[in-house]
């Protein structure tokens, strides 16, 4: 059965930084396309960063030059490094893995910033 499993997320003052990572099942990583989304209460669900099984990475404009996410292939895990964080970044953070069959999600890491 594959499992994505969030950690990391956490209370952090706004301008800290946190790390978010997603452990994956080893058989689906290799072909699987990772994201991050997140959602906050009463907004719809939104792409923070995506990266493909090429390294190729995309960022949704809000997060541009703050987030940078990256992949292990060898710890079949992705990780979302967040800098310089705002109170309007504050959500649940989802890791998202789509392969050629389907698509799985993870069960969320709660992101707060506040002072």
């Known amino acids: 059965q594959v499992q994505l499993v969030e950690s990391g997320g956490g209370l952090v003052q706004p301008g800290g930084s946190l790390t978010l990572s997603c452990a994956t099942s080893?058989?689906?990583?290799?072909?699987?396309?990772m994201s991050w989304y997140r959602q906050a209460p009463g907004k719809q669900r939104e792409l923070v960063a995506h990266?493909?099984?090429?390294?190729?990475?995309n960022y949704g404009d809000s997060v541009k030059g703050r987030f940078t996410i990256s992949r292990d292939n060898a710890r079949n895990s992705v990780f979302l490094q967040m800098n310089s964080l705002k109170p309007e970044d504050t959500a649940v953070y989802y890791c998202?893995?789509?392969?050629?069959?389907?698509?799985?999600w993870g069960q969320g890491t709660q992101v707060t910033v506040s002072s």
């Open positions: 080893g058989s689906i990583f290799s072909t699987a396309a």
């Open positions: 990266i493909t099984n090429h390294n190729n990475t």
């Open positions: 998202r893995a789509l392969t050629p069959i389907r698509l799985y």
